[in-house]
């Protein structure tokens, strides 16, 4: 067990008075949970952004109690839309506080009532018309709607005190490390996530005007998923966020291109698995299996046949060939790179869009008929070892493409 994970273990003070309560549990989509505890005015009350799920709740419950001591309270939690990842905690605490508040949006609630939560216990976010609240300690709090961020009832809660945005599924992630605090490496797994669970991109770029609009901006942002923004990055990922094409966006896809990509794609590993080695197939088909924890990025059937994409075309099918080239012996590696280029070439589509790794040796790749026409893009992944066996991993190796986003 590292360092990281052992420090893991116990609540994380991330600002005054806010604490990470969450769990890692090494799963590609890591959910997190946070404790807000308001002290002023001789009152203290403690709030819950995101109760969090059922199978998560000892060890969140053991979190917060370190934090606030054995007999502590919770007055009331926020939710931002009614996912079970969010949301289904409330119901537990619930029960051991019950007078403890659930204040979210009429559309949350309108769900989350049927998880067994008390109506005598309910505060709309639509009750206060300014989106503020001030609490009896001095605190106050803005609530931000994020409509179809994913739920067309989501809606962020901002500290002003702290200048923290919790702001649910939007800014989350998938995880390549444990990680508390993103790099900028998060942003492969946050595309990923958006591509996937965001509708569409009018829906982030509204939520993100919105979040800029806010005064004073934001110095942090703890998603629901994945890490926490700090700094100079949170300008870099709205931006990126705005420009994002997601959901909709992306499976509006021209069916034709998306079967030239099938096609293409199930070439390559067909003339892999019979010119090569099959083994190299069969470590693609396993890397790209999903933990369970979120959608495959790209689908497979049982034959390890590709069958479809749930991100961009061009970036799954950049994942794809830097699963099949990165780490590879040169040997190996030029007698795949030329069999993608053939494939590309075959099924039209351009060799530019894709980063296919050089080889180190140039006057060997000078032997190639395909090298002499399309051009290597250097320096992106090279020298990197391929001992991945799961999406985790296969981040790291994820380049990005102009084009998407
Ligand atoms: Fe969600
Ligand atoms: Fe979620």
């Given amino acids: 067990m590292s360092d990281n994970e052992i420090r893991l273990n116990e609540p994380q003070k991330i600002a005054n008075g806010i604490y990470w309560v969450g769990k890692r549990s090494e799963k590609e989509l890591e959910v997190n949970v946070y404790l807000r505890v308001f002290e002023g005015n001789g009152h203290k009350i403690n709030m819950l952004i995101d109760p969090g799920p059922t199978t998560d709740v000892d060890i969140i419950s053991d979190k917060i109690e370190k934090v ?6 919770i007055h009331f939690a926020f939710i931002n839309h009614q996912d079970p990842d969010v949301a289904m905690n409330a119901v537990y605490f619930q029960r051991h506080f019950p007078s403890m508040q659930i204040i979210t949006t009429e559309d949350t609630w309108r769900l989350i009532r049927f998880f067994g939560l008390n109506p005598q216990r309910f505060i709309a976010v639509e009750k206060y018309k300014s989106r503020r609240i001030s609490l009896k300690t001095g605190h106050k709090l ?10 067309r009832g989501a809606c962020a809660i901002y500290d002003e005190t702290e200048q923290v945005l919790f702001s649910g599924d939007l800014f989350g992630g998938l995880s390549e490390k444990p990680d508390l605090y993103a790099g900028e490496d998060y942003w492969n797994g946050m ?3 958006h591509q996937i669970y965001m509708p569409a991109n ?8 919105a979040i800029q ?8 942002i703890v998603p629901q998923h994945g890490s926490i923004i700090k700094d100079a990055l949170i300008a870099n990922f709205m931006e990126k966020i705005k420009n994002l094409k997601v959901g909709l966006d992306i499976t509006s896809n021209n069916s034709l291109l998306v079967e030239s990509h099938l096609n293409t794609a199930n070439e390559i590993l067909k003339n892999v698995k019979y010119k090569i080695n099959e083994t190299i197939v069969n470590e693609v088909f396993d890397a790209f299996k999903s933990d369970g924890s979120f ?11 590709i069958i479809g994409f749930n991100i961009t075309l061009n970036d799954a099918f950049q994942m794809l060939i830097d699963k099949l080239i990165v780490g590879r012996e040169n040997t ?8 993608i280029l053939d494939a590309l070439a075959k099924w039209n589509l351009p060799a530019e869009q894709f980063s296919i790794e050089a080889d180190e040796n140039t006057d060997e790749m000078t032997n190639l008929e395909s090298s002499q026409i399309f051009e290597a893009n250097e320096g992106t992944t090279q020298g990197k070892e391929i001992e991945r066996l799961n999406i985790k991993k296969l981040l790291d190796y994820f380049i990005e493409q102009g084009g998407g986003a």
Avoid: S, W
């Fill in 202 to 209: 009018l829906a982030l770029h509204n939520a993100v005007n």
């Fill in 191 to 193: 595309k990923i996530f």
């Fill in 295 to 305: 959608p495959e990025i790209i689908i497979f059937n049982k034959d390890n046949q």
């Fill in 213 to 220: 609009k806010v005064n004073p901006n934001p110095k942090m």
């Fill in 142 to 151: 803005v609530f931000i709607p994020t409509p179809y961020c994913h739920f």
């Fill in 68 to 73: 606030l001591g054995p007999d502590f309270k």
């Fill in 332 to 339: 190996e590696k030029r007698q795949i790179r030329h069999i």
